[in-house]
Antibody, heavy 123, light 110 residues
Framework: QLQLAESGGGVVQPGRSLRLSCAAS????????MHWVRQAPGKGLDWVAV????????DYADSVKGRFAISRDNSKSTLYLQMNGLRADDTAVYYC????????????????WGQGSLVTVSS | QSALTQPASVSGSPGQSITISCTGT?????????VSWYQQLPGKAPKLMIY???YRPSGVSNRFSGSKSGNTASLTISGLQAEDEADYYC??????????FGTGTKVTVL
């Protein structure tokens, strides 16, 4: 069945870097845009970034633009989030999510989610 | 991009109907029919409940429905049940090619 499994989270000092991975299975990974969404402890959902299905295009929330980079390897069915210059307010559970689309009808919704990976930025 | 505005909490008795609003601008909710809603139970990943303003994924109860008027989208839960107690978030595509979530609403079943 469809699975999204995040990994790579942990405790990191402010200013340092971390790379998250999201391994996908059970569907044709290369057919779907993929997103990262985060949630700080006790807070709401916060959209982070999206990668197009072929990886040629990416868009970011203003809060991470210039610091984070989303990428994907369709041959490995894996999504990545390279996080540089981490700050305390980047502390959150990071979810990867598959974008859904209904041809000719609609797109742009988060159809399936992973279980999340916790990133804690602290000295 | 500012978060979409949702009421912090909404409550209702079993069997009642409740509506959660999600207010944005003409650059997001009002400009596109790409509004979706998510249910999040404590400690769990969010679950898609409504997409494309009013479409319901297979497996989601028909007690959940969505609509939009101008810059405000709404999620209605009819026949409220104890299992509906959760946090709910709206989301919209924006004119900046990004996405924005709502502030979240805690639904309590009295």
């Amino acid at each position: 069945q469809l699975q999204l499994a995040e990994s790579g989270g942990g405790v990191v000092q402010p200013g340092r870097s971390l790379r998250l991975s999201c391994a996908a299975s059970g569907f044709t990974f290369s057919s779907h845009p993929m997103h990262w969404v985060r949630q700080a402890p006790g807070k709401g959902l916060d959209w982070v970034a999206v990668a197009s299905s072929d990886g040629s295009k990416a868009d970011y929330a203003d809060s991470v633009k210039g610091r984070f980079a989303i990428s994907r390897d369709n041959s490995k069915s894996t999504l990545y989030l390279q996080m540089n210059g981490l700050r305390a307010d980047d502390t959150a559970v990071y979810y990867c999510a598959r974008e859904g689309y209904v041809p000719g009808i609609t797109w742009g919704f988060f159809e399936y989610w992973g279980q999340g990976s916790l990133v804690t930025v602290s000295s | 991009q500012s978060a979409l505005t949702q009421p912090a909490s909404v409550s209702g008795s079993p069997g009642q109907s409740i509506t959660i609003s999600c207010t944005g601008t003409s650059s997001d909710v009002g400009g596109y029919n790409y509004v979706s809603w998510y249910q999040q139970l404590p400690g769990k990943a969010p679950k898609l409940m409504i997409y494309g303003v009013s479409y319901r994924p297979s497996g989601v109860s028909n007690r959940f429905s969505g609509s939009k008027s101008g810059n405000t989208a709404s999620l209605t839960i009819s026949g409220l049940q104890a299992e509906d107690e959760a946090d709910y978030y709206c989301n919209s595509y924006t004119s900046s090619y990004t996405y924005v979530f709502g502030t979240g609403t805690k639904v309590t079943v009295l």
